[in-house]
């Protein structure tokens, strides 16, 4: 993938398109144009989207309503229903699926005056089964990750600034490690889930991509998030490390990038401390299995019934309880969800983030093997706030991105401190001294 040295208006980040388009200096239509551009021009190769209508992306710009984010595309994973475009969940059993209605997220985003650009590809229904077709535009022969697979690639390869995904196990912050940009899960729940394909209810969250925090910021400001302080600049920040209960999975990588990221953290002058947690996570990752896969035989009881053993095998096994798990068993592991939920915050309180794995490692070869979701998965059982950090490569030069945390509902505070890390980490002269500027 290469960026031009004198970037198109499709390479702009949200904030700096949004600023020209207020002072003149570019139209709605022509951001649309050079967004469609570079599609056309990458498409073959990083299949980001399963259905855009570029005549029809073209007169939705040209009649984007007055509001914040008047005129900026946006891509769509292809779960969340849009009124104009069709919902396939990449299933087969789905291709004519025309919700003709707007999700929550997508209806605001529109009120705001953004532009809908398309479908962006996804692994089927956002769990598994057939994969998307996205390649990773940093190396076509790697998985973008998933299942939010054209969501994050679409933003990486400068084809839309900004787009939505979902994440119920690690697939909106992993396809961004992978994929090289930011991207937020937010507090289960801050945002409406009304409008998109139900996989696991008390933890399916939407989220979403952008090539710079800031961006995260402008949506998370549109999607009535509460702004909170955070530090000016990393000197004096507090910031935790936590490897989590899973470290023994990180691959040479993703054991780098930590180890790279905590020396340029004390080089900037954050107060840099160690977390540990209480052995009773350790049972968050088993947990997050048995809630996500219990609540999964009720989201899908419909199609299961329609279309029986015409759904994917590893679906069908869920939907049968193969395993032969109990209402015990699931109110065991919401019980100690519940629990440990209390237990981070009051853990994360003095913090001002706490810093972790995003991904085991470098994206890997793909399509079939998406990645795993390792290190996203109690961080979503737990419901906290995770922001992906780009700014770091691996062995063979792919990014790799690490994860912010904290307590729920301090997601904006870590959108802020996500933009200073990511400028550390981006920074190819680290102990150049002063503060670090927020991205």
Known sequence: MTVPHAPTPNWL????????????????????????????????????????????????????????????????????????????????????????VDAAAVAILRQAGAVMMGKNDTVEFAVNGRR???????????????????????????????????QTGGSV??????????????????????????????????????????????????????????????????????????????????LAAMAEAETRLRTAGAEVTMLDLPPAFDGLTEAHRIVMQAEMRTAFLADYRRLGDALYPEL??????????????????????????AEFDRLARPFDA?????????APLGPDNTGAATFNRIWTLLHMPCVNVPGLRGPHGLPVGLTLTGPRYTDRRLIAIAGQLGALLADRNPARKGPVPAT
């Open 173 to 254: 912050i992993r396809p961004a490690s992978y994929c090289g940009v930011y991207a937020i899960k937010p507090t289960w729940n801050l945002v409406s889930h009304e409008g998109f394909k139900v996989c696991a209810a008390s933890i399916d969250t939407l989220g979403w991509y952008a090539r710079s925090a800031a961006d995260l910021d402008l949506l998370a400001e549109v999607f009535g998030i509460e702004a909170l302080p955070a530090p000016a600049t990393l000197t004096g920040a507090r910031i935790a490390i936590c490897r989590s209960p899973v470290w023994d999975k990180a691959e040479p990588a993703t």
């Open 132 to 166: 998307a077709a996205t390649t990773n535009p940093h190396d076509p022969a790697r998985t973008p990750g998933g299942s939010s697979s054209g969501s994050a690639a679409a933003v990486a390869d400068g084809q839309v600034p900004v787009s939505l995904g979902t």
């Open 13 to 100: 980040t949200a904030g700096e398109a949004l600023a020209r388009i207020a002072g003149g200096q570019l139209t709605a239509r022509g951001l649309m144009a050079a967004c469609l551009d570079r599609w056309r021009e990458r498409d073959a190769v990083v299949r980001a989207w399963t259905h855009l209508d570029p005549e029809a992306a073209l007169t939705r710009a040209e009649h984007a309503r007055p509001g914040p984010l008047q005129g900026l595309p946006v891509g769509v994973k292809d779960i969340i229903a849009t009124e104009d475009m069709p919902t396939s969940l990449n299933s087969p059993h789905f291709q004519d699926h025309w919700p003709n």
């Open 316 to 341: 069908v096994g869920i939907l049968k309880n193969e395993r032969g798990e109990s209402r015990a068993d699931l109110l065991a592991a919401l019980d100690l969800a519940a629990a440990c939920r």
């Open 354 to 362: 706490v810093l972790t794995p995003s991904t085991p490692g470098e």
